[in-house]
């Protein structure tokens, strides 16, 4: 036999077993032995999970249910999700054995993995345990759904099982601006593939979904959803040898565009779900190498490293519009600028730096599309319409957010992309939003409470940062004029802040400055908002501001107003713009409007005894934040207390909110705290990646330079921590800490490149106090406070103490 064609035989041969390999049901379970998962708890088991991906997700209750969820669409914003539409409104698994029906609709248990999702059935008087598995591959949009049957009696066990597919193939919200149109979908059972293909009978749309057993029989069955969706059913047969168990596998593809792609999504998931897994896993692996956090506190180890998946779980990816991070889970699941602009500080600090630039890009191209000023949209939906044209916070936010992130990249291509946004959102926000010419935007900030769109506290602060980010943006790109200009409108600003909203009578900065009149249309709402909440306290607050107005009126238009104590009050404190004896001032009143949780959203929904009760939260029948606790407030807090010099106040920010860490949803921390609201929110990561890493362990990089100050400001409740593999462009850093027997701190900082200049800024230190263990440093500029040192090389280490 010529020698040529028996290797050709032989590359089949192998060819045919990796796909024989391949095809065999996969093992959810074994794939993920050793990877990280938590368990939820009985309570939470009526209360949504996701199983996320960045083309496809699934959310349900952890009972393994999907009850009709969500508010933005109302009851719709569960299921199946493939936006800009949805596939499925769910599906069900029914065991049936001599005519007795067994539907497996409550789960005992649930278990959260980084890239998966386990539910676990206990059957009462059966032999059999039953896991269901599911997971979404990357890129791709479908998802695996795996049943393992464990036989746990020494009989074989035989059963018919059902499988039933709720379609709901509709559009995402805002779809009918987009000529998106629901219609009633239509089935087919396909014989060859044994697949049931499910289309709107109108558009494009496609749902497809099977096993990798036989189908004995097929059929339409009644829906439990409202909508347009059609209910089908597929039935197989189980035998369960004694002892052992059976993999029933399903695959469930879609596409918005056409069924080749959903029949070719559905193959390729059936055909390669292993190796999919397998990648998935991988990736999650290195998300977790990056900037890997050790110190005493194990609770806030796991949830920082839990909150670097669930940045990865917001990822959406509509290739027809853009790639970028999303809001939240169930009900935000579209992207945002402000909540990017937050949060994207954060994944560039945890490493995730391809989706922070593709977030920006996205951001900013339609923020031109739709605006073309320079101003930030606020909301859009996966659709591409535009629901928010932008809050006027969000415009010079977007300026902070580009300088920062330059200064992980030290790319000026980066700023010169985006520096002419910046530039046309500053002229936009001043010469159109800034009536009195004061300096103050009027407008809606973070707070949207119905009339609360003057001048405000955040808007204020935002502004300033972003003059002064601009200025140094504009320094870098040779606009020097442009950048002495920014700078100069910067300090004025600051300077006009600290006089203009500070109040000496509440010891904080004013939620706004305002009129008269102004102020008493609002304490008016407030009065009857604190009344309906039961807080009494603040009632008498609002009643005593209120009559001091009616009986000292003003003859000036504007002055500062303390009147809900909205968390944004702290922005000054955030940004550092605050001077220091009214910082700390403020800092301490900010501790009155606390919970075991964190920071109220507003200050006057707090309890009189500063909220003390660390049970759930009890939300409106109709979605409201009011009387929340959310964890944005808390991080900014966190960052405020930290800027001034007080690391054990922002530790107590981190640990109330690491309480409603996996509180309700395993491996997750809900927007309001503790379980209310989305379930996994993209801005959590700013309010820890920023404080620990930025200001824990001080790492500050300047790329463009080649330089990374580390300047730690340790708690002094930790006598050791470490961060390890932080990445920075081409380099990573990592600092190792520690308190040695005789009380003298010990700081290693190590790199990747050697050729870049690490500098390290000891607060506190004198020269005669600290001494090198390793490395080669020299002193840099002199400071009476900050011993400066300079070095290169891989790995300097000093031990010192302070004063």
């Not at 998946?309 to 970028?324: A, F, K, M, S, T």
């Not at 046309?424 to 010419?437: F, P, T, Y």
């Not at 305002?514 to 607050?541: C, F, M, S, Y």
């Not at 009986?551 to 955030?574: A, C, G, I, R, S």
Request: charged share 25%; hydrophobic share 35%; proline share 5%.
């Amino acid at each position: 036999m010529n020698r040529y064609y028996l290797y050709f035989l032989l590359a089949c041969a192998i060819l045919s077993c990796s796909r024989e390999v391949e095809s065999m049901p996969l093992s959810i379970g074994d794939a993920l032995k050793d990877s990280p998962h938590i368990q939820g708890t009985d309570t939470y088991l009526s209360s949504p999970y996701v199983t996320a991906g960045d083309r496809l997700y699934m959310v349900g209750h952890q009972d393994g249910s999907f009850p009709e969820l969500g508010w933005h669409i109302k009851g719709e914003m569960g299921g199946v999700w493939n936006h800009p539409i949805k596939l499925l409104d769910g599906f069900e698994a029914t065991l049936v054995k001599d005519n007795n029906r067994i539907p497996l609709e409550k789960a005992t248990a649930f278990f959260n993995y980084p890239m998966a999702n386990l539910h676990k059935y206990m059957l009462e008087d059966m032999p059999l345990e039953i896991d269901r598995w599911q997971f979404v591959p990357d890129g791709e949009q479908g998802i695996v759904v795996q049943y393992v049957f464990r036989n746990t009696s020494n009989s074989s066990l035989s059963y018919q099982f059902e499988f039933t597919g709720y379609s709901d193939l509709r559009p995402t919200w805002l779809g009918e601006r987009s000529g998106m149109e629901d219609n009633p979908d239509i089935g087919t059972f396909e014989a060859e593939a044994e697949t049931w293909i499910i289309k709107d009978i109108e558009n494009p749309w496609y749902v497809v979904f099977g096993a990798d057993l036989p189908v004995r029989s097929h059929r339409e069955t009644e829906g439990k959803y409202k909508g347009l969706g059609k209910a089908a059913m597929l039935e197989y047969r189980l035998e369960i040898p004694a002892e052992e168990s059976q993999t029933v596998t399903f695959v469930i593809a879609g596409s918005y565009t056409s069924e080749s792609e959903a029949r070719s999504t559905y193959s390729n998931l059936k055909q390669n779900k292993s190796s999919l897994l397998q990648e998935k896993s991988n990736r999650y692996k290195d998300l977790a190498s990056r900037s890997k956090l050790t110190t005493p506190d194990s609770t806030l180890n796991q949830t920082f490293e839990w909150l670097k998946y669930n940045c990865d779980w917001l990822v959406r990816d509509v290739p027809e519009i853009g790639r970028g991070i999303t809001a939240g889970i169930p009900d935000y699941p579209w992207w945002f600028g402000v909540d990017s602009e937050y949060a994207l500080q954060g994944y560039m600090a945890v490493g995730q730096r391809d989706i922070v630039h593709e977030t920006i890009r996205l951001i900013d191209s339609v923020s031109e599309a739709i605006n073309g000023n320079g101003r930030i949209i606020h909301e859009m939906s996966t659709n591409g319409v535009v629901f928010n044209k932008g809050n006027i916070n969000e415009t010079p936010q977007f300026a902070t957010l580009i300088w920062r992130i330059y200064q992980w990249n030290g790319e000026d291509d980066f700023l010169r992309k985006y520096f002419p946004t910046v530039r046309k959102g500053l002229e936009w926000l001043m010469s159109e939003n800034d009536g009195n010419q004061n300096g103050f935007p009027d407008g809606f900030g973070m707070m949207e409470i119905h009339g609360l769109d003057s001048e405000m506290i955040d808007v204020a602060t935002y502004t300033q940062a972003a003059f002064s980010d601009a200025s140094k943006i504009a320094a870098v790109l040779g606009e020097t004029a442009l950048s002495n200009a920014y700078r100069e409108t910067a300090s004025d600003l600051r300077e006009k802040i600290n006089s203009a909203f500070w109040s000496d009578e509440f010891q904080s900065y004013a939620d706004f400055l305002g009129t008269d009149q102004q102020a008493l249309h609002l304490i008016g709402d407030a009065i009857i908002r604190a009344d309906t909440l039961n807080k009494p306290w603040a009632v008498t607050e609002l009643e005593k501001t209120r009559d001091n107005i009616l009986n000292t009126p003003t003859d000036y238009n504007l002055k500062p107003f303390v009147l809900h104590h909205n968390w944004v009050v702290n922005t000054p404190m955030e940004m550092g713009i605050a001077e220091p004896d009214k910082a700390k001032l403020a800092l301490e009143t900010a501790r009155n409007f606390v919970n075991p949780y964190g920071m109220f959203v507003t200050g006057i929904d707090r309890d009189e005894s500063a909220g003390s009760d660390a049970s759930s939260f009890e939300g409106s029948k109709v979605f409201s934040y009011t009387g929340a606790v959310m964890t944005l407030p808390t991080g900014v807090q966190a960052i405020a207390e930290n800027n001034y010099g007080r690391p054990e106040q922002a530790l107590d920010y981190l640990k109330r909110m690491t309480r409603s860490f996996s509180y309700a949803l395993p491996g997750s921390m809900y927007e309001v705290s503790p379980d209310y609201g989305m379930i996994v929110q993209a801005w959590n990561i700013y309010s820890f990646a920023i404080p620990i890493i930025g200001q824990f362990f001080g790492i500050q990089p300047m790329v463009a330079q080649k330089e990374i100050t580390v300047s730690p400001m340790m708690p002094p409740s930790w006598n050791e921590a470490r961060l390890e593999n932080v990445l920075v462009a081409d380099n990573a850093v990592s600092v190792y800490y520690h308190i040695d027997d005789l009380g003298r701190t010990v700081l290693k900082v190590s790199q990747e490149k050697e050729d870049w200049t690490l500098k390290l800024k000891l607060e506190g230190v004198r020269k005669s106090n600290f001494e090198i263990l390793e490395g080669k440093v020299q002193e840099g500029p002199a400071d009476a406070d900050v011993l400066e040192l300079i070095g290169r090389g891989a790995v300097i280490e000093v031990r010192y103490t302070k004063g």
